[in-house]
């Protein structure tokens, strides 16, 4: 199952973004800076993609977003896609 992080500032923001795709909920996780523990055990591949919205960075607390994702990177020794949407 190809997974779909969507990192965004607001939730709303990313659950457009996934209605507008066509995305099945059960392979959309949506990180916005004040939910990190949707990250908690996240197991990536590298068919997976991580879709990150504009100033995502920019907001408190993104960061802690950013490191969990890199750890599960190197956990799982993967390089899924990561992009940057609307830059």
């Known amino acids: 199952m190809v997974k779909v992080i969507i ?3 607001t939730h709303d923001e ?5 209605n507008t795709a066509g995305l099945a909920a059960r392979n959309v996780f949506i990180c916005t800076p004040d939910t990190v523990g949707g990250t ?3 197991v990536l591949s590298n068919e ?5 919205f504009p100033g995502f960075r920019e907001a408190e607390g993104s ?3 950013i ?3 890199t750890a599960a ?4 020794a993967t390089t899924p896609t990561w ?5």
Not at 73 to 76: C, D, E, I, L, R
Not at 83 to 87: A, P, Q
């Open 48 to 52: 997976d993609l991580i879709a990150e």
């Open 7 to 9: 990192l965004a500032r």
């Open 63 to 65: 960061h802690r977003i």
């Open 67 to 69: 490191q969990r994702l």
């Open 14 to 18: 990313a659950q457009a973004y996934a």
């Open 83 to 87: 992009r940057k949407i609307g830059t």
């Open 40 to 42: 908690d055990g996240i």
């Open 73 to 76: 990177m190197a956990k799982g």
